[in-house]
Antibody, heavy 120, light 108 residues
Framework: EVQLVQSGAAVKKPGESLRISCQGS????????IIWVRQVPGKGLEWMGW????????LYSPSFEGHVTISVDRSIATAYLQWTTLKASDTAIYYC?????????????WGQGTLVTVSS | DIQMTQSPSSLSASVGDRVTITCRAS??????LNWYQQKPGKAPELLIF???ALQSGVPSRFSGSGSGTDFTLTISGLQPEDFATYYC??????????FGQGTKLQIK
């Protein structure tokens, strides 16, 4: 079974750093891009960026570039989303998802989501 | 940027109804349009890709159509488990992407 399993919920203070993870299984991890998506509670889905696990190429949405870093560790089939300086406005659920294939830019499956709460 | 606009933002319907959700792109995106369903507290799930291709395991009461700028998701014969929020996503300018704002389908 192809699946993505994300790390658990996190509670942080403004200014702190955080890294959340997304581990793939049941498929060749290096062959499918991973996307990160933000969902503020009660709101819609926002594309944040991609990573190609094969060569670590990343592409960020202009709305998120410079504020987050996406990375990967192929040896453990895991992608990461990282903040160095969290803000209260980063409070959201973050999902990772797998791109189907080259030229097939739809996302399936999705991870279960990681709730990040940033509050003083 | 390609903007995706869904309508309506919410709608109420009854079990057994036929409902249609519309997604409009700010420019032509050919058939590079995908639909997702999200139930409360759960991750989104892929329903339809390439505007009209049904993802494996998705019931045939779901269908998608359209090309260019205007697309529709139709559910024929609503079931209780279909009450959820639906999102469209364009992949025309991949690897860039964007989602519609969502349509919440509620029980009347």
């Amino acid at each position: 079974e192809v699946q993505l399993v994300q790390s658990g919920a996190a509670v942080k203070k403004p200014g702190e750093s955080l890294r959340i993870s997304c581990q793939g299984s049941g498929y060749m991890f290096s062959s499918h891009w991973i996307i990160w998506v933000r969902q503020v509670p009660g709101k819609g889905l926002e594309w944040m960026g991609w990573i190609d696990p094969g060569d670590s190429y990343t592409l960020y949405s202009p709305s998120f570039e410079g504020h987050v870093t996406i990375s990967v560790d192929r040896s453990i089939a895991t992608a990461y989303l990282q903040w160095t300086t969290l803000k209260a406005s980063d409070t959201a659920i973050y999902y990772c998802a797998r791109r189907q294939d080259l030229g097939e830019n739809w996302f399936d499956p999705w991870g279960q989501g990681t709730l990040v709460t940033v509050s003083s | 940027d390609i903007q995706m606009t869904q309508s309506p933002s919410s709608l109420s319907a009854s079990v057994g109804d036929r409902v249609t959700i519309t997604c409009r792109a700010s420019q032509s995106i050919s058939s590079y349009l995908n639909w997702y369903q999200q139930k409360p507290g759960k991750a989104p799930e892929l329903l339809i890709f390439g505007a009209s291709a049904l993802q494996s395991g998705v019931p045939s009461r779901f269908s998608g159509s359209g090309s260019g700028t205007d697309f529709t998701l139709t559910i024929s014969g609503l079931q209780p488990e279909d009450f959820a929020t639906y999102y469209c996503q364009q992949s025309y300018n991949a690897p860039m992407s964007s989602f519609g704002q969502g349509t919440k389908l509620q029980i009347k």
